[in-house]
């Protein structure tokens, strides 16, 4: 049995538990809200053993393993160090950290602590995504990716009203970039590896976060096209061109469909079914890492994550958005 707190008391956390309650080696054990009161209902409400409002007196208890942090990303970085430092393995939230230095200091911190780290990017790790490159030679030599998500967000309609809430604050590291524009930087860094060269445009807000961009990564052949907006919807499937037959995936941070357009008429339908929430199977496979002594995924390593941090660190200065993160 592997026992778990979690840091954050907010709805991802909610449907983190959800997801891990059917997992049989999975128990909650304790949570941490900075409110004693938030802090008491939650452990109540999951059926927690335990309950802190203190970090650090959480990361020294012997009443858990793992940490799932589901914090704001500009204490990813500090939070998962802390409780490295005391032995924990951590599931920290995507993205990693706000920028590509703290995501290898909490690497090395890692390997130092002889725990296991891994990026909770659930999209990798589900039936739809994994079964893409056991088809990619049927579509012959690949010319584009494209990939696009776009999801109002209900924060912007208070931005506009005068109040700024997280998702649009700098202090937290956050912007449409880092909070879902990193569902198509990290699927295509699993599929096609570190790019060439980055290019990036953005809207960007007054508060110094983007509101919505594009990356271009270019890689020998092809390029991918990623499109992401906190302040707009879209509707557009992802796709992988080849010169033989497109891949198509109803959506890149949650397929279910997948299918081959070939260029003779034929349509292949290579979905699988899948019953499961989409945040068991990045939990099942962290458990199951734990069970047999793996310290670090097979998936979503720790190169994946770093490159990626990489990309969008890159994306960000070509945007112009500086974190505060970014001067420590």
């Known amino acids: 049995m592997i026992r778990f707190a979690t840091v954050g008391t907010n709805w991802i956390t909610d449907r983190f538990l959800h997801a891990a309650s059917a997992i049989d080696h999975f128990q909650l054990a304790a949570v941490f809200s900075r409110s004693e009161e938030r802090a008491r209902e939650f452990a109540g409400t999951h059926g927690a053993a335990y309950y802190?409002?203190?970090?650090?007196?959480?990361?020294?208890?012997?009443?858990?393993?793992?940490?799932?942090?589901?914090?704001?990303?500009?204490?990813?970085?500090?939070?998962?160090?802390?409780?490295?430092?005391?032995?924990?393995?951590?599931?920290?939230?995507?993205?990693?950290?706000?920028?590509?230095?703290?995501?290898?200091?909490?690497?090395?911190?890692?390997?130092?602590?002889?725990?296991?780290?891994?990026?909770?990017?659930?999209?990798?790790?589900?039936?739809?995504?994994?079964?893409?490159?056991?088809?990619?030679?049927?579509?012959?030599?690949?010319?584009?990716?494209?990939?696009?998500?776009?999801?109002?967000?209900?924060?912007?309609?208070?931005?506009?009203?005068?109040?700024?809430?997280?998702?649009?604050?700098?202090?937290?590291?956050?912007?449409?970039?880092?909070?879902?524009?990193?569902?198509?930087?990290?699927?295509?860094?699993?599929?096609?590896?570190?790019?060439?060269?980055?290019?990036?445009?953005?809207?960007?807000?007054?508060?110094?976060?983007?509101?919505?961009?594009?990356?271009?990564?270019?890689?020998?052949?092809f390029e991918a096209v990623l499109m992401h907006s906190k302040i707009s919807n879209s509707f557009a499937p992802a796709e992988i061109q080849g010169e033989e037959g497109t891949i198509v995936l109803d959506s890149i941070h949650g397929p279910e469909r997948a299918e081959i357009r070939y260029r003779d008429g034929r349509v292949e339908d290579i979905s699988v079914p899948d019953l499961n929430p989409a945040m068991y199977y990045e939990t099942a496979e962290f458990v199951s890492l734990l069970e047999n002594n793996q310290l670090e995924s097979p998936d979503n390593t720790f190169e994946r994550s770093f490159i990626t941090a990489n990309i969008m660190e890159e994306a960000r200065k070509q945007m112009g958005i500086v974190f505060p993160a970014d001067r420590n």
């Open 52 to 221: 802190f409002t203190s970090l650090k007196e959480m990361a020294k208890s012997n009443s858990y393993d793992a940490v799932y942090l589901a914090s704001p990303n500009a204490f990813h970085k500090e939070q998962a160090i802390l409780f490295m430092n005391h032995g924990k393995h951590v599931l920290c939230e995507k993205p990693f950290a706000s920028n590509a230095r703290e995501t290898e200091e909490m690497i090395k911190a890692a390997k130092a602590n002889g725990v296991l780290l891994m990026e909770a990017m659930k999209t990798t790790f589900l039936p739809n995504f994994k079964l893409i490159k056991n088809h990619l030679h049927k579509i012959g030599a690949i010319r584009r990716f494209t990939a696009s998500y776009c999801q109002y967000s209900s924060r912007y309609d208070a931005f506009k009203n005068g109040t700024v809430l997280n998702a649009f604050q700098p202090e937290l590291s956050n912007g449409s970039l880092m909070d879902i524009g990193v569902y198509c930087i990290y699927p295509a860094v699993v599929l096609f590896g570190e790019p060439k060269e980055v290019k990036a445009t953005g809207y960007r807000l007054s508060t110094g976060v983007d509101g919505e961009g594009t990356v271009i990564l270019s890689y020998d052949g």
